[in-house]
């Protein structure tokens, strides 16, 4: 039990459709973010939320979209995704982003793994 | 733009080997974390290091930040299959809980 749950853990969704992933922390952070891994490649950050604002955008194209309802939910709309937007998506939650707290650990979901057909 | 190189990427050793991961930037960073990753799981932190020339030990782990704050690395001593996973490093800087991760080295144990 990691205190953040993802779900589905598994999504399989063609270029057309549309869907959300979830995500659920239950750690009373303050702050979340949505991570894209792909194979053999970094883990890149696409969204920060702090006390459901956001506070970040990694430049991630608009067929990805964010909403944080409130501190203890994340979610990520998708529309129109590419093949190559198949990864796993990863959600994170820390206490906050700032001040003494900045090094605080991020505590991760286990992840949505997306292909995209 | 703040990068973080890992190396190696892959390393396959026979149990009770010692091995250290290194990941390097040019640029510094206020904290530097490592986590632990297994297949169909989520990244778990071991640990934080946030002063330069800084040691820390868990168990058979040191973790050692440099005295610049650019680089950081991990040694295991007497390697276990159980710690087989993908190791990742993470620069954290400033105050907006932005961390930039490093590409990962996977570590197979083999008993």
């Known amino acids: 039990e990691t205190g953040v749950t993802q779900t589905p853990r598994h999504l399989v969704m063609g270029m057309t459709n549309k869907k959300s992933l979830k995500c659920e922390q239950h750690?009373?952070?303050?702050?979340m973010y949505w991570y894209k891994q792909s194979a053999k490649k970094p883990l890149e950050l696409m969204f920060v939320?702090?006390?459901?604002?956001?506070?970040e955008n990694n430049s991630v194209p608009s067929r990805f979209s964010p909403e944080c309802p409130n501190s203890s939910h994340l979610f990520l709309h998708l529309h129109t995704l590419q093949p190559e937007d198949s990864a796993l998506y990863l959600c994170?939650?820390?206490?906050?982003?700032?001040?003494?707290?900045?090094?605080?650990?991020?505590?991760f979901g286990d992840g949505t793994r997306l292909s995209i057909l | 733009t703040q990068l973080l190189k890992q190396s190696p990427q892959f390393l396959s050793i026979q149990e009770g080997e010692n091995l250290t991961v290194y990941c390097n930037s040019s640029?510094?960073?206020?904290?530097l974390q490592w986590y632990r990753q297994e297949p169909g799981e989520g990244p778990v932190l071991l640990v934080t290091?946030?002063?330069?020339?800084e040691v820390k030990k868990l168990k058979r782990l040191t973790f050692q930040f440099g005295d610049a704050r650019k680089d950081s690395s991990l040694h295991i001593t007497a390697a276990q299959p159980g710690d087989t996973g993908l190791y990742l490093c993470?620069?954290?800087?400033?105050?907006?809980?932005?961390?930039?991760f490093g590409q990962g080295t996977t570590l197979q144990v083999k008993p």
């Open positions: 993470a620069g954290g800087s400033g105050n907006t809980g932005k961390l930039i």
């Open positions: 994170a939650s820390s206490q906050d982003i700032e001040g003494i707290h900045s090094n605080q650990p991020q505590h």
């Open positions: 939320y702090n006390f459901k604002e956001q506070t």
């Open positions: 750690l009373g952070h303050n702050a």
């Open positions: 640029s510094v960073f206020s904290s």
């Open positions: 290091v946030v002063t330069g020339g």
